[in-house]
T-cell receptor, first 114, second 112 residues
């Protein structure tokens, strides 16, 4: 158990809908990273938040957004969902502000868009 | 940006033998190289990492080696056990990125 929690575990929704994925980092970690894992694209970095502020964006679509709250939990919002958005979504947390050091991953949310 | 290549995609070894997985990276500014193990239905688990000021690091049966000149790093697992069966990913951050760029993964199969 990494100490990172994610909810929900599974999510099934229809095209065009909007969903919110939630992540709580390990106790003491200030950084939260979001990743998408799919069979064709592999594990891809989406976005990084540190202590409530956006730090860096990766391959994140404009239909996707995220935020980190004062209690350090983070939410990833996915809107206008398409079939191709079906994937595993992971968050990871670390103590460091940047440099991607020692990221610990949560169990993931499996999103299925029908 | 960073590009990470990982080989082989599948590796089958006899229980008790050693396994080696290799990765290359493109961004010479990368200075941190983690390895993750992912079991079915679970998130990636950080198993070992190495920073660029070190050439080798060991943790029990697992070791990682780094060659910065050649821009490649490898994971070595000795005395493999059935519980080592999983998908292993290497990663690198790139010089200016906060997120990790991952290899495509190696499916390690331990044959009894």
């Amino acid at each position: 158990d990494s100490g990172v929690t994610q909810t929900p575990k599974h999510l099934i929704t229809a095209t065009g809908q909007r969903v919110t994925l939630r992540c709580s980092p390990r106790s003491g970690d200030l950084s939260v990273y979001w990743y998408q894992q799919s069979l064709d694209q592999g594990l891809q970095f989406l976005i990084h938040y540190y202590n409530g502020e956006e730090r860096a964006k990766g391959n994140i679509l404009e239909r996707f957004s995220a935020q980190q709250f004062p209690d350090l939990h983070s939410e990833l919002n996915l809107s206008s969902l398409e079939l191709g958005d079906s994937a595993l979504y992971f968050c990871a947390s670390s103590l460091d502000r940047g440099k991607a050091y020692e990221q610990y991953f949560g169990p993931g949310t499996r999103l299925t868009v029908t | 940006g960073e590009n990470v290549e990982q080989h082989p995609s599948t590796l089958s070894v006899q229980e008790g033998d050693s396994a080696v997985i290799k990765c290359t990276y493109s961004d010479s500014a990368s200075n941190y190289f983690p390895w993750y193990k992912q079991e079915l239905g679970k998130g990636p688990q950080l198993i070992i990492d190495i920073r660029s000021n070190v050439g080798e690091k060991k943790d029990q049966r697992i070791a990682v080696t780094l060659n910065k000149t050649a821009k490649h790093f490898s994971l070595h697992i000795t005395e493999t056990q059935p519980e080592d069966s999983a998908v292993y990913f290497c990663a690198a951050p790139g010089g200016g990125a906060d997120g990790l760029t991952f290899g495509k993964g190696t499916h390690l199969i331990i044959q009894p």
